[in-house]
Structures are given as structure tokens and as C-alpha cells.
T-cell receptor, first 115, second 109 residues
Framework: ETGVTQSPTHLIKTRGQQVTLRCSSQ?????VSWYQQALGQGPQFIFQ???????GRGNFPPRFSGLQFPNYSSELNVNALELDDSALYLC??????????????FGPGTRLLVL | GQQVMQIPQYQHVQEGEDFTTYCNSSTTLSNIQWYKQRPGGHPVFLIQLVKSGEVKKQKRLTFQFGEAKKNSSLHITATQTTDVGTYFC?????????FGQGTRLTINP
């Protein structure tokens, strides 16, 4: 177990709705990254938060946004959901401003289905 | 763009046979990381390679980082049913970690 927790585990939404996913990082880790993993694909980097500020973003539209709190937990918000947003959303914590160099400790993920 | 490619996409072996997956990057990497994802699970960190030509072993798993730091491989000797899953390599590009599409390993007991 990595100590990274995510909620909820599963979620069903309809197109156009908004969703908030939550992540608690491993104790002592100050960096949180979010990934989207479509079925049969590798995780795709959405963005990373370090000390409450966004530090790096992948090729995702602005309707994907996030927050990091003083306790280093994090939220991923997705507005105006589309069918293609159906995926496993993974949160990963790491230590320091690694810029991708640090080991990522993944949570169990939230499986989102958009109908 | 920044790409990490893995081959093969799928591999089915008999238990006891060896397995190898290959990873290639479009650019030189500062390090390469390997993860394993069991069916229905999440990626779990296996190892990080940093030095050119580095070879690391974990029991039956052997990881190599190429001399040019653009390719890597994972070799499993004498596979066991517990090795089933998808193996991903990942490399850092600027401020993000880019994953390959993975190699899914299935094993016939």
C-alpha cells in the first residue's frame, strides 16, 4: 500500500455535468500529479501541483482544473463532462519538485463513467 | 512531440517461459522508470534507472537502460502466474512523466 487514497472509487455522471475527484497524498509528500488512463492505454499526465500551485500541465483543456490544499491533499475538477472523459483517474504523490523525475506513488484511482 | 513507445503491446507466454518488453524514447532521458499494473489495479513503481548502460536486477526481473539513455528493457526469467499484468515504462519530459502504452503480459499456467 502506498498510503495514497482517492475518493470516490467509482462514479457515474451524464454528459455536461461536473465532477470533483479527491486525493490524499502519502504522508510527507508535497507533490501531487493527476493522470487519466483510458482503457488499454498508459496513464496520461493531466497536471501536477506542488505546494498548492500548478506546476506543469499536459494536453488537457481548461475544463480540467485542480487544487492542492495546505495539507497537500488535492482535487481534480472536470466541467462539462464529455463521453470521452470516461476513464480511470489516478492520483500520484511524490516528494519535492521532481518535474517527473521522482518516483510516483499511485492511489487506487477513481473510475469515471460518463453516459 | 515527446513520446515513449513500448513493444510488444501484448505478450502471451507459457508459465516458465521468459518475457521481455522494450521501451524507446524520442529523446534522451534523465532516467527511466518502470511500473506494473495488475488487472483492475493501479500502477506500482518497480524501479528507476539513471545511469547510461545501467543494469539492475530484482529477483527474476532484469532492467536495462541503454547507453544513449533513449531505450530500456525489462526481462523476466521463468515467468510465474504472479507476473501477470501490464508493464509500463515512463520517462520525464520537462515537468511531466510520460508513460508508454504498456505491454500486457498474460500467462498460461
Amino acid at each position: 500500500e502506498t498510503g495514497v487514497t482517492q475518493s470516490p472509487t467509482h462514479l457515474i455522471k451524464t454528459r455536461g455535468q461536473q465532477v470533483t475527484l479527491r486525493c490524499s497524498s502519502q504522508s510527507g509528500h508535497n507533490t501531487v500529479s493527476w493522470y487519466q488512463q483510458a482503457l488499454g492505454q498508459g496513464p496520461q499526465f493531466i497536471f501536477q501541483y506542488y505546494r498548492e500551485e500548478e506546476n506543469g500541465r499536459g494536453n488537457f483543456p481548461p475544463r480540467f482544473s485542480g487544487l492542492q490544499f495546505p495539507n497537500y491533499s488535492s482535487e481534480l475538477n472536470v466541467n462539462a463532462l464529455e463521453l470521452d472523459d470516461s476513464a480511470l483517474y489516478l492520483c500520484a504523490s511524490s516528494l519535492g519538485l521532481a518535474g517527473g523525475r521522482g518516483t510516483q506513488y499511485f492511489g487506487p484511482g477513481t473510475r469515471l463513467l460518463v453516459l | 512531440g515527446q513520446q515513449v513507445m513500448q513493444i510488444p503491446q501484448y505478450q502471451h507466454v507459457q508459465e516458465g517461459e521468459d518475457f521481455t518488453t522494450y521501451c524507446n524514447s524520442s529523446t534522451t532521458l534523465s532516467n527511466i522508470q518502470w511500473y506494473k499494473q495488475r488487472p483492475g489495479g493501479h500502477p506500482v513503481f518497480l524501479i528507476q534507472l539513471v545511469k547510461s548502460g545501467e543494469v539492475k536486477k530484482q529477483k527474476r526481473l532484469t532492467f536495462q537502460f541503454g547507453e544513449a539513455k533513449k531505450n530500456s528493457s525489462l526481462h523476466i526469467t521463468a515467468t510465474q502466474t504472479t507476473d501477470v499484468g501490464t508493464y509500463f515504462c515512463a520517462g520525464p519530459f520537462v515537468k511531466k512523466l510520460v508513460f508508454g502504452q504498456g505491454t500486457r503480459l498474460t500467462i498460461n499456467p
